[in-house]
């Protein structure tokens, strides 16, 4: 049995097909693991034992019927900022913690259809606000590989739980950063897709022009067919893109001769660890190895990525989070003597400190006399930021830097600093402003942590993306180490 | 631009947000900071650049007029605080 937990998805698939296992035999391995490990790794929110054996009951019964998909009997994570009908939906939040959602999001009607089972919500930053998954109302998440340091975030439970084998494989949303940065933190493969390819319908709002779903995995092929069950175009996320379905495992085993890789000298300046740096160095040499070319770019820009962020996520943050009003769901405060006071007191009670930070910060920039300073240099800004992106792929196919600048730092060590805590996300908030794919790939490590590669991709390129990283997994073993002690 | 304590009182009531003199004073100096890193963006000329909003240029699609929802008022006023008779409640707002 302790061979399954390292397993890629489809030698599970394949397992359950020859009945080798049954998804409740896996499902059962899973929850004991959870049991005997999220007690201390807190990666787990809520966990809803009847309804996910119930799900693997109906799967085992689906395969014995011949109608199994890919992923039919395989334990998933979700993140806890994924409404799951009957499920208590709390995006980290005191605001959300009684709500049962009512219905479900897309991402999870997608997973039910292809008869996977949900293993249950996992933990993250309060409404996706933070990248150390210090600011969760239902306290922090150990990194699996040393238990004194953060997993990164926001998706910072569904890190430890792909990195500690917790699950199969998890989902993350990625708004600045939090797919890509905890998976270089926790050592797994991560992919925020473009822009309007997974449909954001029941997926808490953060900054709703940023807001990206996406995989969490083992290797780029467990992301490519997780992939494969996310993206699709819905009526109900009017951002999402019509576009034909895409098979995302079809290229994954193209040769890369000829490659271009782009290198932006700004992501390998100040800033960046030397031992980060080193590591990711070392992996560009093996995509030299595999016939790529190395080209030298730049995205001017990127120093500026993090003051837009701060400015567009926050307005649209302050925007989205004027529902929680204590009218019609969430936490209502028990005293009050208006309605003034009701919303004040229930805001004031439901929200952590960070998100008031935001909900402040995107308050100030959007009130009146301020608009034109803030926002809408902001988005002007932001142009310059995409336009950077466009020059750079007229001259290579994938650009190539790191995902974070450092390796896990420790629990306490930024919660009191957001400014620092923002700069984790140097290397990742860029590509969320211009919209495009991006992914962290495991490439080594430094001190015993690992360090992740990160891979940006043109528009609708992830097939490319997921070849490009799959490739390095054939020739490398980084994405198959394990934390010691799970 | 740098903000005092009326500033955060300002921006904390038009945020509906309730806050005490002393979570005033630690979160103007956190929002200060915040600011200070944000203010970066006035060094750069942006004249005559179209704002971006979206990172793809679509457009809003339409669709025809009909219900498309059934009634799940039930299923609904079931996660409220506060509900009676098919109504939310509130604090009176009219006298």
């Known amino acids: 049995m302790s061979q399954v937990i390292n397993n890629s998805l489809k030698q599970l698939g394949q397992m359950l097909a020859s009945k080798q296992i049954s998804s409740v035999e896996l499902t059962q391995e899973y929850l004991r693991r959870i049991d005997a490990l999220n007690p201390d790794i807190n990666a787990y929110i809520t966990l809803d034992k009847d309804k996910t054996l119930a799900q693997a009951k109906a799967a085992d019964a689906r395969i014995a019927a011949g109608k199994a998909e890919v992923l039919t009997g395989i334990p998933i994570a979700q993140k806890d900022i994924f409404c799951a009908q009957g499920w208590r939906t709390t995006c980290g939040s005191h605001m959300l913690e009684n709500f049962i959602a009512p219905y479900d999001a897309y991402v999870i009607k997608q997973f039910d259809a292809a008869g996977a089972v949900n293993l249950g919500k996992t933990n993250m930053d309060e409404f996706a606000m933070g990248s150390s998954n210090e600011t969760s109302y239902f306290g922090g998440v150990k990194n699996p590989w040393d238990r004194s340091r953060v997993p990164g975030g926001s998706s910072g439970g569904s890190a430890a739980a792909v990195a500690a084998r917790l699950c199969a494989a998890a989902t993350g949303t990625d708004t600045g950063g939090s797919i890509r940065q905890p998976a270089s933190l926790c050592g797994f493969t991560g992919l925020k897709p473009t822009y309007g390819l997974v449909s954001r319908y029941g997926m808490i709002a953060f900054a709703s022009s940023l807001d990206q779903a996406g995989p969490m995995a083992k290797s780029a092929e467990d992301c490519a067919l997780m992939l494969n069950i996310m993206a699709g175009f819905d009526e109900k996320d009017s951002t999402s893109v019509n576009r034909p379905k895409e098979d995302y495992t079809r290229d994954l085993n193209k040769p890369l001769q000829g490659l271009r890789i782009g290198l932006p000298k700004e992501y390998f300046a100040d800033g960046l660890e030397a031992n980060v740096g080193a590591v990711v160095q070392a992996a560009i040499e093996e995509y030299k190895k595999l016939g790529a070319e190395i080209v030298d770019i730049s995205l001017p820009n990127t120093q500026l990525s993090i003051p837009v962020y701060y400015v567009i996520a926050p307005a649209e943050a302050s925007s989205n989070l004027s529902r929680y009003d204590g009218v019609r769901y969430g936490h209502r405060a028990k005293e009050y003597t208006d309605l003034m006071d009701m919303y004040c007191k229930t805001r004031a009670e439901g929200f952590g400190a960070e998100v008031k930070r935001r909900i402040l910060i995107g308050t100030y920039v959007l009130s009146a006399g301020y608009y034109d300073a803030y926002y809408l240099k902001a988005q002007q800004i932001r142009r310059l930021i995409a336009q950077d992106f466009t020059e750079a792929f007229k001259q290579c196919d994938v650009i190539m830097g790191p995902a974070a600048p450092s390796t896990a730092f420790k629990i306490g060590e930024k919660a009191d600093d957001p400014v620092a805590m923002y700069l984790q996300d140097i290397y990742t908030i860029a590509v969320n402003l211009a919209g495009l794919p991006g992914m962290s790939i495991p490439a080594g490590f430094s001190n015993g942590l690992p360090v992740g590669l990160q891979i940006i991709g043109n528009y609708f390129d992830e097939a490319r993306m997921l070849n490009v990283g799959h490739a390095y997994q054939q020739v490398t073993d980084w994405h198959t180490r394990m934390p010691e002690g799970i | ?95």
């Open chain 2, 1 to 95: 631009m740098s903000l005092n304590i009326q500033d955060v009182q300002r921006i904390a009531h038009l945020a509906r947000i309730e806050i005490s003199p002393t979570e005033a004073e630690a979160t103007l100096s956190k929002l200060s900071g915040i600011l200070g890193l944000i203010e970066q963006m006035q060094a750069v000329d942006t004249t005559g650049i179209e704002p971006m909003s979206h990172s793809q240029d679509v457009t809003q699609r339409l669709r025809e007029d009909t219900v498309t929802e059934t009634n799940r008022r039930k299923d609904f006023q079931a996660i409220a605080p506060l509900v009676e008779d098919g109504l939310y409640l509130v604090p009176k707002v009219i006298e």
